[in-house]
């Protein structure tokens, strides 16, 4: 049993992939391809050919020729009028995230991507300009997370700014708080006629997420934060959710498995063509199988049974069993529920490659 249907499903291509290797990344390091516009369509259309033992096919397609980066691929335009072309009326979307890395060093994007819906951009930050190069692992990046906020303002797409808090920039807060007064950011959207937002995000301990448990925040580094950034953001400290020790005496007692699903049923390829069910990360133990050794049939066949065995934990394992074998009960690590079910299913998966 699983929340895939016969009536939508996105495909997501990993066609170039992704400039950064973020270290909160649930999707993971995978490597960045070089798919060609041909290889885009060649997918598309098995996935499209697909048919049920009763000849059935899915009913409504949505092609994405990214899930990493947006528009990282040099033909993104071309690519976004095939997206619209090959996926059903309507279906093909655009979210509120573009490519930073784009926005900061090709000069017309900014103007390309106003034209589009979404008049927002989400832009990630880990502190100041170390901390954030780190986070990202890249140099440069917190520079050009700056310059893309400039950008977006300059076509009147607001900057929406997420920060993830880990241990490492807890120093650096009151300088992230100036940064945000001098560049003036609530008034200057304000001027182009949109919100300016911040927000303190949560990291799901999945993919290379599970790598940073050691930076994750605990109970006592909220004193930590500065009050007014607290106030200025959206969720408050929300995201950070509660400590591991709570949480782990309520997911004791939850008999039910944690039948994760997704809002929007996808399939994500990577650039070696191995296909993922969009429930949790891309990892070994959800993958369905790989496009051009296994091919399509195979792949929907595991998708619509179910058949991974990260799939089968999903609907089978007590969240209490997951709880009683990686629970930490004296932690004080901030999770939401979700997240900490997150970590216990990726810990799962590990042991189970053992
Ligand atoms: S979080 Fe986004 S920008 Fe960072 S590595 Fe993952 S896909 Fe790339």
Partial sequence: MNNFTMSHL??????????????????????????????????ASQFKSWRDENGKGISEWSFFSW??????????????????ALSSPGCAERFELLSTWRLARD??????????????CQITFFGMEDTTDWGMRRKGAFKDQITATERCIEVGIAPRWQLFLTKRCLPELEDFLRLMHELDLWHRCEKIGRKFEFFIGGMTPEGCGYELEAERLEQPDLERIPRELVTLSRDGLCMLGRPESELVQELLQESKPPRMGASFPSVAIDADYDVYPNIAEPASWWRLGNLETDGVDQIMDTLFCGATPGMIANQTIAVSALAGQYGVADSQKLYNKGDLICRFMHQWGIDSLK
């Fill in 67 to 84: 899930w990493r980066e947006p528009d990282y691929h040099k033909d993104y335009r071309h690519l976004w009028e095939l997206e619209k």
């Fill in 10 to 43: 996105g495909v997501m291509v990993d066609m170039a992939g992704c400039p950064n290797r973020c270290r909160h990344c649930w999707l993971g390091a995978h490597k960045n391809g070089h798919m060609n516009i041909k290889e885009f369509q060649e997918i």
């Fill in 107 to 120: 000069d017309s994007y900014a103007a390309w991507a106003a034209t589009l819906g979404p008049k927002v």
